[in-house]
């Protein structure tokens, strides 16, 4: 059985959702998208959960370690491992 152009799996359909939320999805990859969240209930809950973490990730404020900070934190732990080894 040949596989369909424009008809994806739910496995791929998640992968490329997971990709259109960080705007890494192609325009062909957004259309396939959309004809199965058209009709697949388990995609569109997904997206939908997907959307609702972003949002909420995005309103968290999280604050992230500075490179500088997180290259000291990495020498460091390096460090303490090198003292049991």
Known sequence: ???SFLFISCEEAK???????YAEATTLE???LALRLS???I???YSSKNNKL???LQKAEVS???NDERS???QQFEEELAKYQ
Request: proline content about 0%; aromatic content about 8%; charged content about 45%.
């Open 30 to 32: 957004r259309i396939k």
């Open 54 to 56: 972003t949002e909420a």
């Open 39 to 41: 009709w697949c209930r």
């Open 15 to 21: 992968h490329i959702c997971d990709k259109r939320q």
């Open 72 to 74: 000291k934190l990495q």
């Open 64 to 66: 992230y370690l500075r």
């Open 43 to 45: 995609t569109r809950a």
């Open 1 to 3: 059985m040949k596989k």
